[in-house]
């Protein structure tokens, strides 16, 4: 009988390097999107006050509202609570260890 014939690959893996990695680009995670939000915990983090302090102040008035996106589940923008921060620590014109002279 005449010569073997050659196998034909049965999986994706057996085809050639290059189109095996156009394939597999095609089938991985898009990358992490970035965050735009802010839950609790990360306000938290960002500002460096505990969960309870954020909502005594946001019952004060002195600290900006997350808004409600389910029942359970509150957002902050992160520009709302950079302005916060940012006028929260307001420099003053004399550096630290200086004393003004009068």
């Known amino acids: 009988m005449g010569g073997a014939t ?23 995670a898009p990358a992490a999107a970035p ?3 802010y839950r609790i915990a990360d306000v938290s983090h960002a500002v460096g006050l505990s969960k309870g302090e954020i909502y005594k102040r946001i019952r004060a ?31 003053s014109d004399v550096p630290p260890g200086d004393k003004q002279t009068t």
């Open 6 to 28: 050659p196998r034909r690959p049965r999986h994706p893996r057996h085809r050639q390097q290059g189109a095996v990695m156009a394939h597999a680009a095609q089938h991985q």
């Open 35 to 37: 965050k735009f939000l």
């Open 61 to 91: 008035g002195t600290f900006p509202k997350g808004t409600p996106i389910s029942r359970q589940v509150v957002v902050w923008n992160p520009d709302d609570i950079r302005r916060w921060a940012e006028k929260q620590f307001v420099p």
